[in-house]
């Protein structure tokens, strides 16, 4: 019984993904499946007995995605069992299966997968209930449980680094926003399960862990969000620890004084500030004000040395003006971004926002999108300017993708690094440990170098 995952949307997303094929595997399931029609030459006769698709709602355009794989893959194998799983398996389920899923699970539901497919756990007796059991279950008010990576399944085993969700759902219903309603309310996941997991990853071969949640920082922990980071810091085999994401209404001081005094906490803080315009920000219910979004930039620049910021930003809010984007522009160059994720505004049914009057029309949202991007693409490579000549620190990741006589890993503030090696050097032999790389080109998003030979002792 083989099965195929296609993942969607955030580190959310492939966190879970990762989890569902732990929990599929586990009940003796072949992951060697690919979507249908996805097969490549060489991978076999291609398909699979039950195709995993994990959605995202976040905007309309991954959710359009979701659905033409749907109808997809129905059309390419009409035997094939479709299970929709994540957030547009959460927020409409009966559309999926009236497209043609067969299971749709919402995301704290995942572990009755085995179940939901008729698998019995015992392996070699699995089989599927036919198409026309079509089970969907999407219960949404349950007190929401974290799955864990077990070390006989995990999928990680091998990678250099782990995502660990710390944190389920968010209350912040910016009003743009349909994760609080995809996701639930915020839960905050027991601290003992969050070390135990990152434990599991080190001991399987990680070397940096990934922290997740919709607002890291308003967790609910005995230390707060830094007391959390200290004592994941402090485990033995890691060598970074990073987090997303961090809204700026919950950055704190004391937040910043962790990552300056922690050095396993990388200097890098991807903030979302969503619009530059004060007036924009409190119709998206963000709760916080341009002014202040700057002045937390000074505090961390003034307290982390060396620290990068990346942030999202959407264009064409209801009710944006060119004065408003303006502010977004401004913003923009002020703070000198070393990554940005901007959208244009989707509208999603049930937010806050979706029934806001004075729509931007879609042709001046797009030229906006455009422009800042374009202002954005002119300015990184004179931001990332700032690295050349210098020595540092690269976390090895594998070969670079561009040219596998390279190696590839990513410096301290999460700028992907490509290097020339040292002589007699093999990649292989630097998988997982921090190297000295001296800078000598930037190209566009990514820096290029060489590996500088280490000393003798
Ligand atoms: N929790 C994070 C925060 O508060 O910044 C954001 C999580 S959301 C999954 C990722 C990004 O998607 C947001 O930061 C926002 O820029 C973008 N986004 C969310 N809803 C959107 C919408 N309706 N239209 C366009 N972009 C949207
Ligand atoms: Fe969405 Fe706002 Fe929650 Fe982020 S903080 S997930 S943007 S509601
Ligand atoms: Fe993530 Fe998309 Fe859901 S961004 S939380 S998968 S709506």
New binding site residues.
């Given amino acids: 019984m083989r099965f195929a995952i296609r993942t969607f ?2 580190q ?1 997303n492939v966190y879970d993904s990762d989890r569902i094929r732990d929990i599929l595997m586990a009940a003796g399931m072949d992951p060697s499946g690919s979507g249908p029609g996805d097969a490549r030459p060489g991978e076999g006769d291609g398909g699979c007995d039950v195709f995993i698709l994990n959605t ?1 709602s ?3 355009k991954p959710r359009q995605k979701v659905v033409s794989a749907i109808s997809h893959a129905r059309a390419a194998n009409p035997k094939v069992t479709v299970v929709v799983t994540g957030c547009v398996a959460q927020l409409e389920p009966e559309t999926l299966v009236g497209i043609g899923a067969d299971v749709v699970v919402g995301p704290d539901h995942y572990a009755e997968l085995p179940e939901l497919l008729g698998l019995s756990c015992v392996q070699g007796t699995n089989a599927l209930r036919s198409r026309t059991e079509a089970v969907r279950i999407s219960v949404a008010d349950e007190v929401p449980s974290f799955l864990m990576a077990s070390p006989d399944t995990m999928s990680e085993r091998g990678a250099i680094s782990c995502f660990v969700p710390i944190q389920k759902g ?1 209350d ?1 219903w ?1 009003a ?4 609080p309603a995809a996701r639930g309310r915020e839960v905050t996941r027991p601290e003992a399960e969050i070390l135990e997991e990152c434990r599991r990853f080190l001991d399987a071969g990680a070397r940096e862990l990934f922290l997740l ?3 890291v920082n308003s967790v609910r922990l005995p230390g707060g969000f830094p007391g959390l980071l200290e004592q994941v810091a402090a485990l033995p085999g890691l060598l970074r620890v990073r987090f ?4 700026p209404r919950d950055c704190s001081p004391e937040l910043a004084r962790a990552m300056a005094r922690l050095p396993g906490v990388m200097p890098w803080l ?3 500030v ?1 619009s530059g315009s004060s007036r924009i920000l409190a119709a998206m219910g ?1 709760r916080y004000t341009r002014e202040h979004y700057l002045e937390l930039i000074d505090l961390f620049r003034g307290e982390v040395p060396g620290i990068a910021f990346t ?4 264009v064409g ?1 209801p009710g944006e003006t060119e004065a408003d984007f303006e502010d977004t522009v401004d913003l923009v160059q002020k703070v000198g971004f070393e990554g940005m ?8 049914p049930g ?1 806050r ?1 979706a029934t806001l009057p004075d729509p931007v029309p879609h042709d001046v949202a797009a030229a906006r999108l455009n422009r800042l991007q374009g202002l954005h693409e002119e300015q990184m490579p004179r931001l990332l300017e700032r690295y050349r000549d210098l020595s540092v620190e690269v976390l090895v990741e594998g070969p670079s993708a561009r040219d596998p006589r390279h190696a590839s890993g990513r410096n301290p503030q999460n700028v992907v690094v490509n290097f020339e090696l040292a002589d007699g050097v093999e990649v292989a032999s630097l998988r997982g440990r921090v190297v000295s790389v001296h800078v000598l080109e930037v190209r566009t998003h990514t820096l290029f170098g060489r590996m500088n030979v280490p000393e003798r002792a």
């Fill in positions: 949307g955030c959310m995202c976040v905007r309309e968010c912040n910016c743009f926003c349909v994760v949640g919709q607002n997303t994401t961090s809204h991807h903030l979302p969503q963000r942030t999202d930003v959407i809010f994720y901007s959208f244009m505004y989707s509208p999603r937010t926002a």
